[in-house]
């Protein structure tokens, strides 16, 4: 019943994979009305890093909203924004650091923060940002997206002076250092051809791709990118939104390859499933005057609060448990399966991990309708489970998954797989 009247009332534009209807969640598990439970390795989208309904999560959450709920911070002063800044400001490795922060309400409004905020300090008009690449659904960031042609399909002409380059995929590039080269070409290849690198202000990059694949580009490849935009004077910003906040078991997944982009977005597991997106740069890049960028709810105090919790807890013990857990995970699926006939490629980087599926193991071609059906199979073997790319399945759970939990999943998964192969 309430599907059906979801469905009337709801716009059609939402993708809902299995009919899942969700009452509580506690830690890595979901409860429907029925008392189903579920094991749950999407996390809202890797936003839930503490887990489902974390009791200290709720318990910040509770105080501040007896104190204040909301009190405009663009105009005035409250504690929770001003903490928090101060607690990322030296744990952000931007470039020039320490960070100010421009807080927002999701990954989108912190990106195009970051695009005003280049073309401001740079006075160029120009973004590159790169193939199969989601940095959010608002114009701006949508004109930077490449990552599904369903989510650009009739809402052109988007912002002019974007332009997408090749995303550097070991898998299917011939190994990191061909990748590095093909990708790396094709760039400077753009900045004879297409757009002088003189007239671009920011280069946009996921550090780890999140709807494009889950695709982790060769450390080489953003060492490179960094000396060529401090070469040609042009910012480099990385989109930490899905592999921020302790996902891949650093806090940030650039600290892999120790690359300092000069502008760092977050969103989606900062704030432990309240909104809040958070945009960084150095003092002297974000100097912009009063008045040149706002927002209303950005940076509320109960999303803080929650905000601040989750980075204690982080520290306390999950960014450790996304790396020991994430290494238990790819373990469990490379034993279940890691032989598949159907299974190309298993990677990831803590607890951001893709698992790509194809037709063929020697050939590599891509199977999207098996993932589907590994998706919905997943649902009805009792995990909740999501694709990203155009067939790779993701597992993003929450960072306070057990190692029990991650070898259950890999079986579930596994039997799922088995179930969907026709």
Known sequence: ALIDACEDVVSSSYTRDYPLVAERGEGSWIIDPDGNEFLDVTAGIAVCATGHSHPEIVGAIA???????????????YAPQTQLAAALSHRVPVKGGPARAHFSNSGAEANEAAMKLARWSTRRPNFI???NSFHGRTYGTMSLTASKVRQREGFGPF????????????????GPERATRICLDHLEEMFLTVVPAKEVAAIFVEPIQGEGGYVIPPD??????????????????FDEVQSGMGRTGKLWACEHSGV??????????????????????????????????ASTFGGNPISCAAALKTLEI??????????????????????????????????????MIGVELVKDRETRERDPELRNRVVTACFEHGLLILGCGR???RFASALSISPDEARLAAELFADALAA???
């Open 63 to 77: 105080e501040q909203a007896a104190k204040l709920i909301h009190m405009s911070g663009t105009d005035f002063y």
């Open 129 to 131: 940002s790169f193939a």
């Open 159 to 174: 912002l002019p002076g974007v332009h997408h380059t090749i995303y550097p995929d070991a898998y299917r590039m011939g």
């Open 220 to 237: 080489a490849f953003l060492i490179a990118l960094r000396a060529l935009c401090d070469e040609h004077g042009i910012l480099l910003v």
């Open 260 to 293: 300092k982009p000069d502008i760092l977005t977050s969103a989606k597991g900062i704030a432990s499933g309240m909104p809040l997106g958070a945009t960084f740069a150095s003092r002297e890049l974000m100097s912009w005057p009063p008045g040149a960028h």
């Open 314 to 351: 982080l520290d306390r013990e999950l960014i450790a448990n996304a790396q020991t857990v994430g290494a238990v995970l790819v373990d469990a699926l490379q034993r279940a399966v890691g032989n598949h006939p159907r299974v190309g490629d298993i990677r990831g980087r803590g607890l």
């Open 391 to 393: 067939n790779t399945i």
């Open 420 to 422: 969907s192969v026709r």
